[in-house]
């Protein structure tokens, strides 16, 4: 498996502009996760989705950010209008999760390299 | 709450042993895990150890939990300079989630 895919690697936008940001997860995966990774802040979960559908969008800094995921196999993160502080590394994790409430597994997330996003 | 917390830093010289400490706040975590971050790259899983155990060991690495205290531990044992990374500790929290540390920033030094 090529495991989690994101593209594009590096992003440098000017301030105002539309970016989207996407990822593909492991195959048979069914959940996705998107973090945003700063210095400042370290490593923070924005959103994450379960057979599709979004569970915890808690960790979305506000409403110029926006996340979907259409299918099982592909999902978007997008900032419109970008700002300078949205300068950041986006990850996307994608993991096997329990379909059965209460079900125990080890849930291990995998990563995929990262988007470098810089808005100027 | 849910929260992880780490030291930021470690040096230690090549060959001797790293160990890397992180406190966890949520009893009921039902795995605890240990990913590695090295430079423009993502978080790899380095292991993980399911709660019910103490100790869990693979090549040269050793992680201690110690459950009453909440505490982890990573234990690297004959350091490379190969390890220098960012070590962070995660425990799983609801929904599936994991609830990540700052992350430590291991230094090795020739």
């Known amino acids: 498996d090529a495991g989690v895919i994101q593209s594009p690697r590096h992003e440098v936008t000017e301030m105002g502009q539309e970016v989207t940001l996407r990822c593909k997860p492991i195959s048979g995966h069914n959940s996705l996760f998107w973090y945003r990774q700063t210095m400042m802040r370290g490593l923070e979960l924005l959103i994450y989705f379960n057979n599709n559908v979004p569970i915890d969008d808690s960790g979305m800094p506000e409403d110029r950010f926006s996340a979907k995921m259409p299918n099982a196999s592909f999902s978007t993160l997008k900032i419109q209008p970008s700002e300078p502080r949205d300068s950041a590394v986006y990850f996307c994790a994608s993991s096997l999760s329990p379909g059965l409430a209460g079900a125990v597994t080890k849930n291990i997330q995998y990563f995929g390299a990262g988007t470098r996003l810089s808005v100027l | 709450g849910e929260d992880v917390e780490q030291s930021l830093f470690l040096s230690v010289r090549e060959g001797d042993s790293s160990v890397i400490n992180c406190t966890y706040t949520?009893?009921?975590?039902?795995?605890l895990y240990w990913y590695k971050q090295e430079p423009g790259a993502g978080l790899q899983l380095l292991t993980y150890i399911f709660s019910n155990m103490d100790m869990k060991q693979d090549q040269r690495l050793t992680v201690l939990l110690n459950k009453k205290d909440k505490h982890l531990s990573l234990r690297i044992a004959d350091t490379q300079t190969g390890d220098s990374a960012i070590y962070f500790c995660a425990e799983r929290g609801q929904g599936g989630k994991l609830i990540f540390g700052q992350g430590t920033e291991l230094s090795v030094k020739p």
């Open positions: 949520d009893s009921s975590s039902t795995y």
